[in-house]
């Protein structure tokens, strides 16, 4: 039997046939150009999905109106300009093996006023809860108008040569609030009871299976349920896909909720696979008469092949995990399983879209810089390798220079690798993080690197080694501020608490309210710890993306967490943090007030004149992909002249 064989089993959408039964979701990833043009970026980009062995790549949503857009370099498809641009795609995706859909997107209400710059529109003069702009409510002409604009955008997709569309009908987009009584108030023909409210979305279909034919694949994406008290229900989704049959759609492409439920971007706190059931229900709810894809929380060939297997679905969309992984399927494929970059779960890659920025991920540097990397030239020679540090910029650095053929021995002064990775996966919704330590000590084992576990390397010992390139990675140390008391028994670090290696009373005050503070607090509050948090400045988890705060944010905020900001810790005493503005008894005080890096070695080096390469925490203390970055970079460059590489 062949490696997941339901997986790589064909299937057909419409005329298409497709290789295998993964699909690429479609993510918003910020390579195009201002105006909606394809780039040398967003081709590349594409090419390593396909040459990584996806059955077919759905782009990201590509706006059908450019006043309807969520991301400032979002694809288009709004004029015939983008057409020859679309054909380079298409061309470009097919010579690597693979087949490409474009889904076509109008935000509504969700359009990002900061990047479409025009009044937002909507069914309803309803706000999103998130963006909080109250959009102009359609006249019936605007509805028509943009009715045609799907077909149009269509059509500009078929002459490209593009495989299929997908009309974007989830998520709390436009089409999705024509549907919805959550965001549907209208009482003319377009708004009232379920029929009247499928009318658009069922007219947008129409109009494009008209513009394009009979034969051309028509997918349609939708959020079975809305996870809203007045929104839509899996019964009220189901009973709509039954509709979207009639009307000649050729699959139907399942995923939920919307930017106000929170649900669409599935982290850890969802389960996996979060909407397996809801697709089954819509599978059978048509007869099985066209194929169901489902998304979300998709992360492993084992899971995706035995949702297969086990007749719930008929195809599995991985969108996050190509971010992470674009060779997912093809080292699945070829028994290579351990071998792939697990998806986080982390929502790093589309918080960075809604920062305006192009999609990165936390743990793949090459993402959304793959031209970037394409063209690296191998090492001159092979050399040896000594690499001080094993953190996660230690260890890719060493697995990226042992993977080029080079003699690496890699340096940990603990007994385990991880570095500051291992904490942070302990707080609540965190522990699947941890498949970047998995990965990475993978990588170091099978390029055959040499790991010396409890060994305190200074320069002398260095000297000895006589190694041809040095990597320093030694990381970084939480920071002990100077306030008076901080040496008291009582007082701990947030490591230490983390990682459980520390005891802690009832009454607990972390003291510092960014990341690592507020979430100890969050581990500690669920253990039922009375816990306060005290933050100096005037706002909490100021250092992480609104997008990754915002639900971390919604936890503490049920829990029985009290924070306290705008407030200076001056005294900590045994039985109390003293602010300088109240006393806060505790019989624990945590410190999280941020991290030191350790330069002793490279300062140490640097004194005698040895060359030497500074990366991760140990230049400066900052995010997971900073440290993965300057690693692979450091690893690519041994023994090749200035590449030029770093993201």
Not at 91 to 114: F, I
Not at 235 to 244: G, H, I, N
Not at 255 to 281: K, Q, R
Request: net charge negative; charged share 20%.
């Amino acid at each position: 039997m062949r490696a997941y064989e339901h997986l790589f089993s064909p299937i057909s959408i419409g005329t298409l046939q497709l290789r295998n039964r993964g699909i690429m979701a479609p993510m918003v990833v910020g390579l195009c150009g201002q105006d909606g043009q394809v780039t040398d970026d967003f081709v590349a980009y594409h090419v390593a999905r396909a040459r990584g062995g996806v059955g077919m790549n759905i782009t990201g949503g590509a706006f059908v109106d450019p006043r309807s857009k969520v991301s400032p370099r979002q694809l288009g498809c709004h004029n015939d300009d983008m057409i020859p641009g679309l054909r380079r795609l298409a061309d470009a995706v097919h010579q690597a093996g693979g087949r490409v859909a474009v889904q076509l997107l109008h935000a509504g209400r969700q359009s990002n006023p900061l990047f479409s710059q025009t009044p937002l529109v909507a069914p309803s003069p309803i706000a999103c809860g998130v963006l909080q702009v109250v959009p102009h409510e359609l006249t019936t002409a605007e509805i028509h108008d943009l009715v045609n604009a799907f077909a149009a955008a269509a059509r500009r997709c078929q002459q490209a040569g593009i495989d299929a569309i997908e009309v974007h009908g989830a998520h709390g987009y436009l089409i999705n609030q024509f549907l919805s009584p959550h965001t549907n108030n209208r009482t003319d023909e377009y708004g009232g009871d379920a029929e009247r409210r499928a009318r658009f979305p069922l007219e947008v279909v129409d109009a494009v299976r008209a513009e394009v034919g009979l034969d051309y694949p028509v997918m349609y994406r939708i959020s079975a349920n809305e996870y809203l008290p007045d929104g839509l229900t899996p019964d009220d989704t189901a009973a709509f896909c039954r509709e979207l049959v009639e009307h000649g759609i050729d699959a139907i492409h399942v995923s939920g909720g919307t930017y106000e439920s929170n649900v669409a971007a599935g982290t850890e706190a969802l389960p996996l696979g979060a909407f397996v059931d809801d697709a089954m229900a819509i599978r059978e709810g048509i007869g099985r008469a066209v194929p169901v894809a489902v998304a979300n929380r998709i992360k492993t060939p084992e899971f995706a092949d035995q949702l297969i297997a086990d007749d719930k679905v008929d195809i599995v969309a991985t969108g996050r995990p190509l971010i992470c992984d674009p060779d997912f399927y093809i080292k699945a494929q070829r028994g290579d399983a351990a071998d792939i970059r697990v998806c986080l779960s982390c929502n790093w890659c589309i918080n960075q879209t809604g920062m305006g920025v192009h999609a990165t991920c936390l743990y793949n540097p090459e993402m959304g810089n793959e031209l970037r990397y394409a063209h690296v030239p191998a090492p001159t020679h092979e050399l040896d390798v000594v690499v001080v540090g094993g953190g996660l910029a230690g260890m890719e650095a060493a697995h990226t220079a042992a993977g080029r053929g080079h003699r690496v021995r890699l340096y940990e002064q603990t007994d385990e690798l991880g570095g500051n990775i291992l904490p942070g996966v302990r707080p609540p919704f965190k522990s699947e993080m941890f498949a970047c330590v998995d990965y990475e000590t993978h990588m170091v084992a099978k390029t055959g690197v040499q790991v010396e576990f409890g060994q305190l390397v200074d320069a002398d010992f260095l000297a000895q080694l006589g190694a041809d390139a040095l990597i320093i990675a030694t990381g970084s140390a939480p920071l002990v501020p100077p306030i008076p008391g901080a040496d008291e028994e009582v007082v701990v670090v947030a490591e230490d608490v983390l990682l459980g290696t520390v005891d802690v009373g009832g009454r607990v005050v972390v003291i510092g309210g960014g990341s690592v503070g507020v979430e100890t607090a969050e581990l500690l509050a669920t253990q039922g710890r009375e816990v306060t948090v005290v933050e100096m400045t005037d706002k909490i988890l100021a250092d992480m993306n609104p997008g990754m705060a915002y639900p971390l944010m919604a936890r503490v905020a049920a829990l029985p967490i009290r924070i306290v900001t705008g407030e200076r810790v001056v005294e900590i005493t045994p039985e109390a943090v003293v602010t300088d503005a109240q006393r806060i008894d505790c019989d624990t005080a945590v410190l999280a007030v941020g991290y030191a890096a350790d330069v002793e070695l490279s300062q140490e080096l640097t004194a005698r004149g040895v060359p030497h390469v500074l990366i991760g925490d140990a230049v400066k203390p900052r995010k997971i992909r900073d440290a993965v970055v300057e690693g692979h970079d450091a690893g690519l460059a041994v023994g090749v002249p200035a590449t030029g590489v770093s993201a």
